[in-house]
């Protein structure tokens, strides 16, 4: 055989690179697109809950911090939802004998757990966690929006690949100190607060893939 043509296979193994070349673009921009556009996302999603349950009376008018119900939200990657009990620390005095709160009583008595629809849900092939967010100077309402005005819980935000680099890129103008993690009207002391912050505490969110995709 001449040494300076090509085996056989090999025209096979590019007519196939050809075809592989040619439609990769394709496939990858395709998934960029995808992955970025905001129409992927649901913002704006509102599901019914089986209690009127409202942020704004409780976390709004009443003052209770976000914390005392989602008490994980500072240590672990999940924002535990609040146990019956929670709700019964007030509600076996407070309106006991409310009809709103029947599925809580019955609730507290049955054992078995309120069935609450979950707002926010993000593919399982994303890893997400709140307390490294929340530790490292996110609030709640850079992600949730203004919940303490909220009767019922929507989605504010797309919650896409992009939204999320979006910040990572530029995280400053998102930060504050972590001691004000739940407190939904902070406002910056300075328009400088958050580029020092950022580099007093050397916050530097990720932008490699297999940060969020593990
Ligand atoms: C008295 C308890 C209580 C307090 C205080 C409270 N929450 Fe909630 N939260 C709940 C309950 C119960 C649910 C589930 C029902 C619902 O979505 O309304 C919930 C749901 C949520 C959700 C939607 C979760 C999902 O499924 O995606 C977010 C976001 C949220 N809370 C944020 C906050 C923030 C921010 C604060 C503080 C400003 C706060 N909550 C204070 C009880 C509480
Ligand atoms: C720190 C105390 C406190 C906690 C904890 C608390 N609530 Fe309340 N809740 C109140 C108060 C105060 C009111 C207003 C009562 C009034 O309007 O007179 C109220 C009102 C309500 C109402 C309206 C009742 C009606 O008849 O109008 C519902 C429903 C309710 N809460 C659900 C819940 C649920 C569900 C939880 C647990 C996730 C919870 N609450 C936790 C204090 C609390
Ligand atoms: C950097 C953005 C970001 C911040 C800051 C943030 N959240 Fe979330 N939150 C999310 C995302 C994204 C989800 C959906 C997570 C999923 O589906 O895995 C979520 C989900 C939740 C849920 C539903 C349970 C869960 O873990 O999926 C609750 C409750 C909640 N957040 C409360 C809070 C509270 C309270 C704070 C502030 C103390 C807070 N979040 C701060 C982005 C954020
Ligand atoms: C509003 C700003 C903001 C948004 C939105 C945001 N992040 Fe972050 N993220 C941060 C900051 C700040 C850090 C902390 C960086 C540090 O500690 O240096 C961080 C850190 C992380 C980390 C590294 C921490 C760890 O546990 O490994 C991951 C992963 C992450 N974010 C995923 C996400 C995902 C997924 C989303 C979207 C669903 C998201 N983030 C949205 C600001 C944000
Ligand atoms: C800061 C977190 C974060 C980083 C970094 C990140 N992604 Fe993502 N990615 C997400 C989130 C969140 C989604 C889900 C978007 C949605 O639900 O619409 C996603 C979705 C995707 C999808 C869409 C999957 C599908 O359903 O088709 C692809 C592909 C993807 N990412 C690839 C990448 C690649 C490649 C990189 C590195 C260049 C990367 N991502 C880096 C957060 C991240």
Redesign the pocket.
């Known amino acids: 055989m001449n040494p300076f043509t090509f085996p056989r296979w090999a025209n096979k193994t590019r007519q196939l690179a050809g075809v592989v070349i040619g439609v990769a673009p394709v496939y990858l921009t395709a998934l960029v697109w995808y992955g970025f556009s905001p129409k992927t996302t649901d913002a704006g999603y509102q599901p019914k ?1 089986p ?1 009127a ?1 409202s ?1 704004a009376l ?2 709004g008018q009443l003052g ?3 914390r ?3 008490n994980t939200v500072d240590r672990a990657a999940h ?1 535990a ?2 146990p019956t009990e ?2 019964m620390n007030c509600h076996a005095r407070i309106r006991k004998d409310s009809d709103l709160l029947a599925p809580i009583r019955q609730s507290a008595s049955s054992g078995e757990p309120v069935q ?6 993000l593919p399982d092939y994303v890893y997400f966690n709140h307390s490294a967010h929340v530790t490292r100077g996110v609030g ?2 850079s992600c ?1 929006g203004r ?2 005005r909220m009767a ?2 929507s ?1 504010v935000e797309s919650l896409s690949m992009g939204w999320c680099l979006t910040c990572h890129r530029d995280p400053a103008p998102h930060l504050r100190p972590p001691s004000e993690a ?1 407190n ?1 009207s902070w406002q910056a002391p300075s328009p400088t607060f958050g580029a020092e912050f950022k580099k007093a505490n050397n916050i530097n969110p990720p932008e490699d893939c297999s940060a969020c995709h593990r």
């Open positions: 809950q209690v349950y942020h409780h976390a209770i911090d976000c005392y119900c989602h924002a939802s609040p929670t709700c609450w629809v979950k707002v926010h849900d709640c309402v949730h919940v303490d019922e819980v989605q739940t939904m």
